[in-house]
């Protein structure tokens, strides 16, 4: 024995979707006002994650952290570059800083 058919959705029916959002995704386009913040780069990326501790690998905690060490200087060191590259990074000529 079959079980009960299903059936196909009216036209009128399918035809009621809601309506899509008129909000706009990214949000308001930005104003000469709203300025973004100059970026100060870290005298020590690593700061941080060293206040976490050593890291869980037994017998191996000093080569972990070397290799962590140079992977967070690589990230700020890159994120530095991209600052400089959108003009903001803070530099010592600039007022604001």
Request: charged share 25%; aromatic share 6%.
């Amino acid at each position: 024995m079959s079980g009960t058919r299903r059936r196909k959705p009216s036209p009128q029916r399918s035809r009621r979707r809601r309506a899509a959002s008129t909000r706009d995704f990214w949000g308001s386009v930005p104003t000469e006002a709203d300025g973004a913040d100059r970026i100060i780069p870290s005298g020590d990326p690593t700061v941080m994650i060293r206040s976490l501790g050593p890291p869980p690998f037994p017998g191996n905690e000093t080569i972990a952290e070397h290799y962590f060490a140079a992977t967070y200087d690589k990230a700020a060191s890159l994120a530095v570059a991209l600052a400089a590259a959108s003009g903001l990074l803070a530099t010592d000529d600039d007022p604001d800083a």
